[in-house]
């Protein structure tokens, strides 16, 4: 549920009094940590990154000390500032590992079953495919699937809710083109 | 003037405001051109909520607790002394590693700095999810024959619309956000705790079709053969209302 309770006419919670950050903070962190980490997790490819910022982006939050306006986008805006101060830093450390990770070492551990082999291959074409889109792009598709709202997704990529259907309406075709193009080539 | 994709797009995805989800809903019944755009927009939805939900994201478990004890961001510079250290580290096992087997530079490797994401080919894969979107107005497909339609439960407010239409797809489009799940031509519409009207297109030369409503099938198709418990409003439209007090049609 993304929303606040609304208090309904004749509802006792009306009355008490607001609740305190820790436990809006409490409240929030239920309901979008999951939210947050799935969104990283789908941008970045990396769990351990994923896991990192995403607690990296409440524990800012918690620092704030008061709720933001826009919680969600919030927490979105500032996951994406921590993976691009991160990616910029560590670009050399990245590159390094890339080097020396060499195809022979990945295959090593327990041998996979066909099913695994093909999970594995269907989730790399559609990473294939997503990294043809722009960065924004990409944000703004997974943003949607894990079910934030335009104005959510407009305040977190800092653009226009008004433009956010037709950025998703050209995202959308632009994953297809690009998943059905490689699956074409690959017949 | 044909309302834009990026106006359909909303529309499909119940983030246009009322009175225009309103126009739009009017402009599509007589619209062929955008009934097409609708239907192209819905299965390249679908086809996106697929391919996304592919990729594994499984969460792993955290509390509010976990989170707060966990160390606050080490400063900047001592990030930065402590990547020089892991460089100059890494520059000597790289030399060792020109006489040693590479599997154990490479552990060496994931010592100082972890392992790469690479390595999560490792991870135990999940099952391809069955697509589902909970944040989806409308989906759109093209029936491989048989196509059963099933809501969920009966609804207290709102109503559903069957149009047969001369179309190659089934789509269903709602009032309002809901989650579907399709399988072999089964489409379940999770519309528990949902109040919303929906529109489903069914094309004419589907051979066989059924809308289940809670427990009760509430049209069927077999042939040109149809059965159902809806009120005609028009040439091949038929409505079922349903509000709060009357459980049934």
Redesign the interface.
């Given at each position: 549920m993304r929303t606040l309770r609304l208090p309904l006419p004749g509802d006792t919670t009306a009355t008490r009094p607001s609740p305190t950050f820790d436990e809006a903070?409490?409240a929030l962190?239920r309901e979008r940590?999951?939210m947050l980490?799935?969104y990283l997790?789908?941008v970045?490819?990396?769990?351990?990154?994923a896991?990192d910022v995403?607690?990296?982006s409440?524990?800012r939050l918690?620092?704030r000390g008061e709720m933001p306006a826009d919680p969600a986008a919030w927490l979105v805006s500032v996951a994406n500032n921590i993976v691009r101060d991160e990616y910029r830093?560590?670009k050399?450390?990245?590159r390094?590992?890339?080097l020396?990770?060499?195809p022979?070492?990945?295959g090593?551990?327990?041998p996979?079953s066909d099913?695994?082999v093909l999970?594995?291959e269907?989730?790399a074409a559609?990473?294939r495919?997503l990294e043809t889109l722009p960065p924004r792009d990409r944000r703004l598709?997974?943003l949607?699937?894990e079910?934030f709202?335009?104005r959510e997704i407009a305040e977190a990529l800092g653009i226009a809710t008004s433009?956010?259907?037709?950025?998703?309406?050209?995202a959308?075709?632009a994953?297809?083109r690009a998943?059905k193009g490689m699956t074409h080539a690959s017949d | 003037m044909h309302p834009?994709?990026?106006?359909?797009?909303?529309f499909l995805?119940g983030?246009s405001d009322p009175p225009v989800q309103r126009e739009l809903a009017i402009h599509s019944d007589t619209c062929a051109d955008c009934q097409r755009t609708v239907a192209a927009?819905g299965r390249?939805?679908v086809?996106?909520?697929e391919?996304?939900?592919?990729?594994?994201?499984r969460?792993?478990e955290?509390s509010?607790a976990?989170?707060?004890s966990?160390p606050?961001?080490r400063p900047?510079s001592s990030?930065?002394s402590l990547?020089v250290a892991?460089?100059i580290v890494?520059s000597v096992v790289t030399a060792a590693g020109a006489v040693m087997r590479?599997?154990v530079?490479?552990r060496a490797?994931n010592w100082l700095?972890?392992?790469?994401?690479?390595?999560?080919?490792?991870?135990?894969?999940?099952?391809?999810p069955i697509p589902e979107?909970?944040?989806s107005t409308g989906i759109a497909f093209v029936p491989a024959g048989t196509v059963e339609i099933a809501f969920e439960e009966w609804p207290h407010r709102g109503e559903i619309e069957i149009a047969l239409r001369e179309a190659t797809e089934v789509s269903i489009i709602a009032s309002a956000p809901s989650a579907y799940s399709a399988r072999e031509g089964r489409v379940l519409v999770a519309n528990r705790g949902v109040t919303a009207s929906y529109r489903i297109t069914l094309p004419q030369n589907v051979p066989l079709a059924s809308i289940r409503v809670g427990d009760r099938v509430v049209f069927s198709k077999r042939g040109d053969a149809l059965s159902t418990q809806a009120r005609r409003t028009g040439p091949d439209s038929y409505l079922l209302s349903f509000s709060t007090g009357a459980d049934s049609p």
């Open positions: 903070f409490a962190f940590f999951p980490y799935r997790k789908r970045s490819g990396d769990s351990a990154l896991d995403a607690q990296e409440f524990v918690h620092a830093t560590n050399r450390r990245r390094l590992l890339a020396w990770v060499s022979s070492e990945e090593r551990g327990p996979l099913a695994q999970t594995h269907r989730e559609v990473r495919a598709l997974i949607r699937h079910g709202s335009y433009s956010v259907g037709t950025l998703l309406a050209r959308t075709a994953l297809s998943y | 834009t994709e990026g106006m359909w797009q909303e995805d983030e927009l390249r939805q086809l996106a909520a391919l996304l939900g592919r990729l594994d994201a969460v792993p955290r509010v976990d989170v707060l966990r606050h961001a900047r990030r930065r990547l892991a460089i890494l590479t599997g530079v490479h490797m700095l972890g392992p790469a994401p690479q390595v999560e080919s490792q991870y135990p894969p999940a099952p391809p979107r909970d944040s």
